[in-house]
C-alpha cells in the first residue's frame, strides 16, 4: 500500500502541467499529495510554491488541506506568507480557504497571523480567511 501511494505521488508530480484548472487541482492535491506527505519531509510543497505553474502552486497551498485535518499547521503558516503578495485570484482564494479550515480548529492561530499580516494581505485572502468569523470581528479585520 506505502508504494502504491509513492508511486502515485510520484507519478502525480510528473503530471502537474496537466492539472491545469482549480477543480482538478482541488479534487486531487489534498487526496495525493496531503496524504503522502503526512509523514514524510514537505519540501516538495515549497519547491511547487517556487514553481512558475500557478497549478503546482496552488497545489503546494491546497496540499495542506490534508495536514490541517490533522492539526498540523506549520506548512500552510508558511505558505500563506510565502504567497502574501500574491496577485493572481485563484492562489488569493486558495491561501484564504486553507487558512479558513485552519482557523476552524485554531482560532487563536488564524487570529495571530491575521493580525500580523492583514495590512498587507491581499483583500481576497482576507475575505477569504474570515469568512466564519461573526460579523463585528469580521468588520474589524476588514477596517485595518
Request: charged fraction near 35%.
Amino acid at each position: 500500500m506505502k508504494r502504491a501511494k509513492k508511486e502515485i505521488f510520484n507519478f502525480y508530480l510528473t503530471q502537474t502541467a496537466r492539472i491545469n484548472n482549480w477543480d482538478l487541482v482541488d479534487l486531487s492535491a489534498p487526496g495525493i499529495v496531503g496524504e503522502y506527505l503526512k509523514d514524510k519531509p514537505r519540501d516538495v510543497l515549497y519547491r511547487l510554491a517556487d514553481s512558475d505553474l500557478l497549478w503546482d502552486q496552488r497545489i503546494a497551498v491546497v496540499s495542506t488541506y490534508t495536514l490541517i485535518k490533522n492539526d498540523d499547521f506549520i506548512e500552510i503558516i508558511a505558505l500563506s506568507e510565502h504567497f502574501l503578495h500574491t496577485r493572481h485570484d485563484l492562489m488569493q482564494k486558495a491561501v484564504g480557504w486553507m487558512l479558513r479550515e485552519m482557523g476552524k480548529r485554531d482560532k487563536d492561530l488564524l487570529v495571530q497571523f491575521l493580525e500580523k499580516h492583514c495590512k498587507v494581505m491581499p483583500r481576497t485572502t482576507l475575505r477569504y480567511a474570515i469568512e466564519k468569523f461573526p460579523e463585528e470581528e469580521r468588520k474589524e479585520f476588514m477596517k485595518r
